[in-house]
């Protein structure tokens, strides 16, 4: 691993992103295969994931603009994991097969990743480091863990989901016990900010934060304003996770569809995870020399193929092999992509940009993906789904390799 996340400045943020993995593998593998447990169908559980998407694509900018503006970054993901961790004991008890619970679980759970991310851009700022090796430690982790929780949930049936991510909540939160960053933007005496550059920017993110963030939709809009290329990069997630919401949402269900059962997916998983682990490692230095369109198109072929794969393939283990396509691919694009709000957003505003990434991405894409998903896998099965899936992802490099045009070189004056 890097010397990098070892140094002084680096190990709070280090510790956060590995039992953030920790805590995330005790629930995410689960959500959807014990809905199935629970006897609901295909297409109830495709409108719970887009009801699900729809709060997270509604929660985000809210968590981000709690994190940059108000409450701070730090008291903003401990509200957010404190949350997430009371919804999903209320998931794992079952009350209305744990679909209230699943709500706000989904609502608060996505202020956690845009707001580690914008805690840990700020500390990778000070030492100059890169945000890939960083997100390996989460990979690492999660992939770790997957295997034992999968294996305690098929022990303790899913109730044992809730005390487990209680736990790793706790861990998590004891790492932010005198956590400092920058203060939110209602504690500084002036709303015109210095310019900042990040590491990988270049000269797209030489852009000043300007004017008052308390205009209508707060730092969503100042965003926005000050970052011309963030709508056609959010387009274009939009576009590429209809394809990969449709893999996402029913990867685990068609797993269970063909007789595995709750190790078995964790056990695909754990394979997913760890092959994301050296992509994270030298993604930012791949990306530094042929470009963040050239990562990103790796990485659509990649879930592209490993969706077509899940639709063919109708044996358990070898569905967890196939599935080790989908860590080069979300790696690949997850990179790319934090990278990229990282480049076009002022470093002010991280923690929103972050969040419109992952509302749009994992918020509205996967709520219609979900919906429409569920209704083709129930009336017509799995192949058509996932070839679907397949045909969005790999046809939409044309389109990421004009829109990444992101200058990745470090600049100097």
């Known amino acids: 691993m890097n010397f990098m996340l ?3 400045g680096m190990r709070r943020a280090s510790y956060l992103y590995l039992v953030v993995g920790i805590m995330q593998a005790c629930y995410l593998p689960f959500s959807s295969i014990v809905f199935r447990d629970r006897d609901v169908s295909f297409e109830a559980i495709g409108l719970v994931g887009a009801i699900n998407s729809i709060l997270s694509l509604a929660a985000a900018p809210i968590w981000g603009h709690l994190g940059d503006a108000t409450l701070g ?3 903003a993901f401990r509200l957010a994991i404190l949350t997430t961790a009371i919804g999903v004991f209320a998931f794992a008890a079952g009350p209305a097969a744990g679909i209230p619970g699943s709500m706000l679980a989904a609502f608060a759970g996505a202020g956690i990743v845009p707001l580690l991310d914008a805690i840990g851009m700020e500390r990778l700022a000070e030492v100059k480091g890169d945000w890939g090796p960083l997100r390996a430690i989460t990979s690492a982790s999660y992939a770790a863990t997957c295997l034992a929780s999968g294996a305690l949930v098929v022990a303790g049936g899913a109730f044992m989901v809730g005390p487990l991510y209680g736990v790793g909540a706790i861990i998590v939160l004891l790492g932010t016990i005198r956590l400092r960053v920058r203060p939110p ?9 210095e310019i900042e550059r990040s590491e990988l920017a270049g000269g797209n993110a030489e852009i000043a934060v300007a004017g008052d963030w308390r205009q209508r939709f707060g730092t969503v809009s100042l965003a926005f304003a000050q970052s ?3 709508l056609g990069f959010l387009m274009l997630s939009l576009l590429v996770n209809l394809g990969a919401g449709i893999f ?5 269900l068609r797993i269970q569809d063909v007789g595995g059962d709750a190790s078995a997916v964790t056990f695909a998983a754990t394979i997913s995870a760890g092959i994301e682990i050296p992509f994270f490692l030298i993604g930012s230095a791949i990306a530094l020399r042929f470009g963040m369109r050239s990562v990103y198109s790796v990485g659509l072929v990649a879930l592209g193929l490993c969706s077509i794969g899940y639709g063919i393939v109708d044996d358990p283990f070898a569905l967890a092999v196939v599935r080790g396509l989908c860590g080069i691919g979300y790696s690949c694009t997850l990179l790319a992509s934090v ?3 990282r480049a076009i957003v002022p470093s002010e505003l ?6 419109l990434y992952q509302a749009i991405s994992y918020g509205l894409a996967i709520s219609i993906a979900a919906i429409v998903g569920g209704v083709i896998y129930g009336e017509l099965g799995a192949l058509p789904l996932f070839l679907l899936s397949g045909m969005i992802l790999i046809g939409s490099v044309p389109f990421a390799w004009r829109i990444l045009r992101v200058d990745t070189a470090p600049t100097t004056r």
Request: charged residues 15%; hydrophobic residues 40%.
């Open 6 to 8: 070892l140094r002084p």
């Open 228 to 230: 011309p290329k963030l």
């Open 339 to 341: 990278l990229t709000v």
């Open 248 to 252: 996402y949402s029913y990867g685990s």
């Open 350 to 355: 991280q923690a929103t940009g972050q969040a």
């Open 185 to 193: 933007l209602h504690e500084k005496a002036a709303v015109h900010l």
């Open 73 to 75: 970054r730090v008291a």
